[in-house]
């Protein structure tokens, strides 16, 4: 009886890793949708990544800059590459909510972009629900 209780238990265990290891796979490819397509100039992976209602907020100087995800999408061509390095730097997720930390190397105009972005698993799909970002000039 032991041996069984003990076999469900890691089995159990096992397939919530399995759902956790799903998940940042998930979570990732929306990052990497989000990343490719800023660089690429694929509006509909841009598209795909963001929830139709997020906003991007950033300060500048002192005062708050809000953009709607609709806006953002716009200044992307279809097709135009854009000089972008963006790599995923953390993801910390927890059933149906995650967080992201992504680095953007803009070299065309010398700087390099750190957004925050937290997603939410919204009818089984991932989606950036909101970006915060900021960036520093590289160093002379």
Same mark, same amino acid.
């Given at each position: 009886m032991k041996k069984a209780l003990l076999l469900a238990?890691?089995?159990i265990?096992?397939?919530g890793?399995?759902?956790? +290891?799903? !998940?940042l796979e998930l979570i990732r490819s929306t990052l990497l949708d989000y990343i490719e397509g800023t660089a690429n100039g694929e509006a509909d992976r841009i598209r795909n990544a963001f929830?139709? !209602?997020l906003n991007l907020y950033?300060? +500048?100087? !002192?005062?708050l800059r809000a953009r709607s995800g609709q806006q953002y999408i716009g200044y992307f061509e279809d097709g135009k590459k854009r000089n972008r390095i963006g790599n995923i730097v953390s993801i910390d997720? +927890?059933?149906?909510?995650?967080m992201a930390k992504i680095r953007v190397d803009m070299p065309g105009s010398?700087?390099?972009y750190t957004d925050y972005l937290l997603l939410l698993k919204i009818a089984?799909?991932?989606?950036?629900?909101?970006?915060?970002?900021? $960036?520093?000039? $590289?160093?002379?």
């Open positions: 238990l890691l089995f265990g096992f397939q890793l399995q759902a956790q +290891e799903s !998940d929830h139709v !209602d950033a300060v +500048e100087g !002192d005062t997720h +927890e059933n149906n909510a995650a010398k700087r390099l089984g799909e991932w989606k950036i629900i909101h970006k915060s970002y900021t $960036y520093v000039p $590289y160093p002379k």
